[in-house]
């Protein structure tokens, strides 16, 4: 650390310094770019991603990415995308493999906008992110790579992290000042390394597996499809992809081997071979190879995601795992926005810096349940084939409660967690409960079916200034704000409370008010999202149909100027079909009162409360926001 003599030595200031250009580094630099933050981001590889790697797509990850304005360019790939998968095992009397059922990929019990897996080279991903980047002035600068660094908040306390970049040819050095570093690395972080930090191995390896990228001919009937194949010899795992491409997991060891060994390898020919055995009696050739590796499954979790909160762990740089559940890049994708929002409003001066740490909180938690599910998933993989009736049973509605044995909920479960429905963030002052310092009976109003970090539930409702059909939760892109819904009820049943709610909003001490744009008097007329403030979006949302609505006269300002957020909950759902008003009814709210949501900047539930007259519902809200704020918000004076 202390040779730091170069032929190219610089410095200069960064928000932030991000190492690794895979998902996690890209989703981080992305997000922050966009936001207007200076970035320096570096890869040791001189271009990116060319085979193999990860490829799973899950289901929420492709509503972030539709909201980040990311899926079309994705989906132009033309990914395979899987709705079911296929269960091969042998027959209960000769030899070969036989099907012995079917199940949704993400069943009908999760509401999800794309029940489906997206199946994409990650390279191509990849390209899509750096595209995105370049557009906002971002390069990557390859192929560098980190040799150490500093944090010393004393010395410095604007830029406290100091780091030392190297050119991979070892000719080329720079030293540059952040006030973040991001590690996203992979499992070798050396920046991991040097802050001491240790990974704990959740159990010893037990198996060792081969996988290879191809085009193959054969006649087994499910090439395309998801499949997992159990055989007198051996297990399988199909993967289809992109480009008529088929990726194949192959088991080759096993803890239960005579001569097994961690360290056992295999040729590409081995791996085919074995393949073709486990196939029979169906027939495969490759036409083509374009990528093959063999890994031992080992799954293991960083200690800590950072020390100082300056510099943090992300991806597989905290956690590693099997990749056949095909969950690595969704769950890198959201440790990444987990922290970039974080970072953006402690850094624009919305919130405390104690907020950071919320970020090891939420994601190491949402990680130890990965490693769980791994392991369960793994085990399951390896146990007996479920029988015909089981597969049937999980196939089916989540109320069918008769058949709901072991293995039917343990379908389910895996099934919303892989989904990426499932992650669930525990209480915290980012997401309300009733330990929260926000203590008003307001909150968490009886009946509400939403779940404070969770999802928000998705809905369709219709946009009153053009009549469109649009999906609420997707109707705010990942702009940096809260997400304010005011689900109005019915308007004439409201209209008092609306007002009220909105004319505490523009007080200097509530929590919009205290954070309005300086240049506010020079925003666009045409600017949708933000032009009161910066930290939040506000939708309105009324139990009546959109003919009844008209915005000058039922939307108080400063709600009004929100017109292109106001919506009509007149769209008729499947899941609530006697409904009138069907989005006030998935998420549990009063119909005729409604209620107010606020979501946080990455999608997730942080409180819901009452609407009411007076200025209840904004001392409520007032009272969640200055638990993290850097403003001291609100009096309270309610009016209940």
């Known amino acids: 650390m202390e040779n730091r003599s170069s032929e190219h030595h610089t410095s200069s200031q960064y928000d932030i310094v991000i190492v690794g250009a895979g998902p996690v580094g890209l989703m981080l630099s992305t997000c922050l770019a966009r936001w207007g933050y200076k970035i320096k981001h570096i890869d040791n590889r001189a271009e990116p991603t060319p085979t193999g790697r990860a490829d799973g797509i899950q289901p929420r990850s492709l509503d972030l990415l539709r909201n980040m304005g990311l899926k079309s360019a994705i989906m132009a790939y033309k990914p395979a995308r899987v709705f079911e998968v296929a269960f091969w095992d042998p027959p209960k009397s000769g030899k070969g493999i036989v099907r012995t059922g079917t199940w949704a990929s993400c069943p009908s019990f999760i509401d999800a906008r794309y029940p489906f897996t997206t199946l994409l080279h990650q390279g191509r ?40 970049l190297e050119h991979v040819d070892g000719h080329h050095r720079e030293t540059v000042q952040a006030k973040y570093l991001f590690s996203g690395e992979g499992a070798r972080s050396s920046v991991r390394e040097q802050l001491g930090i240790k990974i704990t191995h959740k159990d010893p390896i037990t198996h060792v597996w081969g996988v290879i990228d191809g085009v193959v001919k054969t006649n087994f009937p499910d090439i395309k499809m998801k499949c997992t194949i159990h055989s007198e010899h051996g297990s399988i795992m199909v993967i289809p992809r992109e480009n008529n491409m088929v990726r194949l997991y192959i088991q080759i060891a096993s803890s239960t081997d005579a001569d097994w060994s961690p360290r056992r390898t295999a040729t590409t020919e081995q791996v085919q071979a074995s393949a073709k055995r486990i196939l029979d009696p169906y027939l495969i050739e490759w036409e083509s190879v374009e990528w093959y590796s063999v890994y031992p499954i080992g799954q293991g979790i960083s200690a800590k995601y950072t020390i100082d909160h300056r510099v943090f762990l992300g991806g597989d740089a905290c956690h590693t795992h099997s990749p056949k559940a095909g969950q690595g890049m969704n769950t890198a994708f959201l440790d990444a926005l987990n ?76 099934c919303e967690f892989t989904s990426g429905y499932g992650v669930a963030y525990k209480p915290n002052a980012l997401n309300w ?85 300086p240049d506010i008097d020079s925003v666009s007329h045409h600017e949708k999202h933000n032009p009161h403030s910066l930290f939040f979006t506000i939708c309105t949302i009324f139990a009546a149909k959109r003919a009844q609505i008209e915005i000058s006269r039922d939307v108080p300002n400063p709600l009004a100027r929100y017109r292109d957020h106001v919506y009509a909950d007149d769209r008729w759902d499947h899941r609530v079909p006697e409904a009138e008003a069907a989005a006030h009814a998935k998420m549990g709210l ?29 001392d409520a ?20």
């Open 125 to 164: 991903i990849e390209r899509v992110f750096i595209s995105d980047l370049e557009k906002n002035g971002v390069q990557i600068q390859r192929p560098w790579t980190i040799k150490g660094f500093k944090s010393d908040s004393n010395t410095n306390s604007e830029y406290p992290v100091e780091v030392y």
């Open 339 to 414: 922290l970039a929002w974080k970072i953006h409003l402690v850094e624009s001066g919305f919130a405390d810096r104690a907020i950071l740490t919320t970020y090891e909180i939420e994601r190491k938690d949402v990680a130890e349940t990965l490693l769980a599910f791994d392991n369960k998933y793994a085990s399951l993989f390896s146990q007996r084939p479920p029988a015909a009736k089981e597969v049937q049973a999980a196939s089916e509605q989540a109320n069918a409660q008769a058949e709901d044995n072991e293995f039917v909920k343990t379908f389910k479960e895996s």
């Open 433 to 517: 409960s009733p330990t929260h310092p926000a203590r008003s009976l307001l909150i968490n109003p009886r009946g509400t079916k939403l779940r404070t970090g969770r999802i928000m539930i998705n809905a369709n409702v219709t946009r009153v200034v053009d009549a469109n059909v649009v999906h609420l939760e997707q109707e705010i892109p990942l702009n940096g704000s809260f997400r304010i819904y005011v689900f109005a009820g019915n308007p004439s049943a409201t209209s008092k409370a609306l007002k009220d709610f909105a004319s505490h909003l523009t007080s200097k001490t509530s929590f919009y008010g205290a954070y309005l744009r």
């Open 590 to 618: 009063d119909q005729e009162k409604g209620g107010v949501v606020v979501v946080r900047p990455d999608g997730y539930v942080a409180i819901v409360t009452s609407l009411v007259e007076g200025s209840g519902t904004m």
């Open 621 to 640: 809200l007032n009272e969640y926001f200055g638990a993290f704020s850097t403003k001291k918000l609100g009096e309270t004076m309610a009016q209940l």
